[in-house]
């Protein structure tokens, strides 16, 4: 939020989060026009339910953003930002992303998705599913690639990256305590696979398993109580 301040001679930047695996040049990314914009970036998965609580029009997943760091200098929204997050405290869920949403209000702009491929553990909407060929792979949520003990997707171009560091031998280690958590979780699997119910984040779908057939429930209301 504060990286216009922090770097104060750069006019344009791309922010990047950590669990992310660039997978092409960002030429392109950074030759994009602001505009009057201050963040170029992609719309998230949970748009809708996130713009509804948050009352914005847009709503981007901040992982990734190409900043306007000389607008947001001449507009001064460092203070605009410290002075939402000082009065809004209690509405902020989503740290960073929702001050985001809020305070540029008007002044973001949605690109492709190609520039942060959400790699979603829990069902999502197609679009956002269709990330094998993006640029950037974006490990949302507590499911990372390098944490053995979760249900992370897509582990095999972290692992290709990881390759080519200091810290390659890792995957070893992973997939040894990757081989010891499936033993562990052998007989819960075995209950799962007679009987297993989710309910989305939003609680706009539940998910039923029962004796391996899936079923999808929809909620046309996402406030309705369970």
């Not at 104060?8 to 040049?25: A, N």
């Not at 960002?26 to 992609?42: P, Q, S, T």
């Not at 979760?150 to 692992?159: G, I, R």
């Amino acid at each position: 939020l504060f990286i216009p301040e922090l770097i104060p001679d750069e006019d344009k930047i791309i922010y990047l989060d950590c669990d992310m695996i660039v997978r092409s040049s960002l030429a392109e990314l950074y030759a994009m026009n602001h505009g009057d914009n201050y963040v170029l970036g992609v719309c998230d998965a949970y748009s809708r339910q996130e713009r509804k609580r948050m009352g914005v029009p847009r709503y981007i997943n901040a992982g990734m953003m190409l900043m306007n760091c000389k607008k947001m200098r001449d507009d001064a929204v460092y203070e605009k930002i410290a002075d939402f997050i000082i009065n809004h405290y209690d509405q902020i869920v989503m740290h960073d992303q929702d001050v985001v949403a809020a305070v540029f209000k008007g002044h973001i702009k949605y690109i492709s998705r190609k520039w942060n491929g959400l790699v979603l553990r829990l069902p999502a909407p197609k679009k956002y599913q269709q990330i094998n060929h993006a640029n950037i792979l974006h490990y949302v949520g507590k499911a990372k690639p390098w944490v053995p003990y979760s249900k992370s997707l897509m582990t095999e171009y972290y692992f290709e990256n990881l390759k080519l560091t200091p810290f390659a031998g890792f995957e070893k280690k992973y997939r040894w305590h990757r081989a010891l958590w499936h033993m562990m979780r052998l007989p819960a699997n075995i209950c799962h696979l007679i009987y297993k119910k989710q309910t989305s984040r939003f609680r706009t779908f539940k998910t039923y398993n029962l004796l391996g057939i899936t079923i999808h429930k929809r909620k046309s209301d996402p406030d309705r109580k369970n």
